[in-house]
T-cell receptor, first 111, second 115 residues
Framework: KAGVTQTPRYLIKTRGQQVTLSCSPISGHRSVSWYQQTPGQGLQFLFEYFSETQRNKGNFPGRFSGRQFSNSRSEMNVSTLELGDSALYLC??????????FGQGTRLTVV | AQSVTQLGSHVSVSEGALVLLRCNYSSSVPPYLFWYVQYPNQGLQLLLKYTTGATLVKGINGFEAEFKKSETSFHLTKPSAHMSDAAEYFCAVSAGRGGADGLTFGKGTHLIIQP
């Protein structure tokens, strides 16, 4: 059974640009959540989607957005990138009320 | 609201020695508790979880943790450390329902194994 797949693995963007990250959950998992990991703030919850609906959102500015498609694949978008957005972005999928399985992450560097 | 405190950002043990990583949580509702491990440039791998039932839970790679409600703790242990255990460990809590409200993570503990 394939795990959670995140693409791309590495990304370099310039300040002010926007970026879209992709996440394919484990087959059959309908819940996808996103986390930001930085050395200073640690792991922080961004948002969670279930059946194409955002169920919960963390304390991040509106520049951070996401969506989920009918096949449960999810994308997150960050607009007007800032240097502080440099981080490892992790996606996790769940089947119902179970533990979250994480992908390898996308390392975003903003220059 | 939930919170997690991991005591010790770095823990160093000798190979073969006991590993003890401490985690205390705060939750206004019965929590679900998790330990994850992260190797460099990798995602998070679940070691073990507590949801309900038996308070001593066993996980992968010889790790186990005990949920102590009175102490609001969920410490991770392994009887004998191996070099391959060197990694970053994260304790996490969710407000039940398996994390529908998102996982709240501790700051992490970097485990160093001395040969």
């Amino acid at each position: 059974k394939a795990g959670v797949t995140q693409t791309p693995r590495y990304l370099i963007k310039t300040r002010g640009q926007q970026v879209t990250l992709s996440c394919s959950p484990i087959s059959g998992h309908r819940s996808v959540s996103w986390y930001q990991q930085t050395p200073g703030q640690g792991l922080q919850f961004l948002f969670e989607y279930f059946s194409e609906t955002q169920r919960n959102k963390g304390n991040f500015p509106g520049r951070f957005s996401g969506r989920q498609f009918s096949n449960s694949r999810s994308e997150m978008n960050v607009s007007t990138l800032e240097l502080g957005d440099s981080a490892l972005y992790l996606c996790a999928s769940r089947a119902g009320e179970t533990e979250a399985f994480f992908g390898q992450g996308t390392r975003l560097t903003v220059v | 609201a939930q919170s997690v405190t991991q005591l010790g950002s770095h823990v160093s043990v000798s190979e073969g020695a006991l590993v003890l990583l401490r985690c205390n949580y705060s939750s206004s509702v019965p929590p679900y508790l998790f330990w994850y491990v992260q190797y460099p440039n990798q995602g998070l791998q679940l070691l073990l979880k507590y949801t309900t039932g038996a308070t001593l839970v066993k996980g992968i790679n010889g790790f186990e943790a005990e949920f102590k409600k009175s102490e609001t703790s969920f410490h991770l242990t392994k009887p004998s450390a191996h070099m391959s255990d060197a990694a970053e460990y994260f304790c996490a809590v969710s407000a039940g329902r398996g994390g529908a409200d998102g996982l709240t993570f501790g700051k992490g503990t970097h485990l160093i194994i001395q040969p």
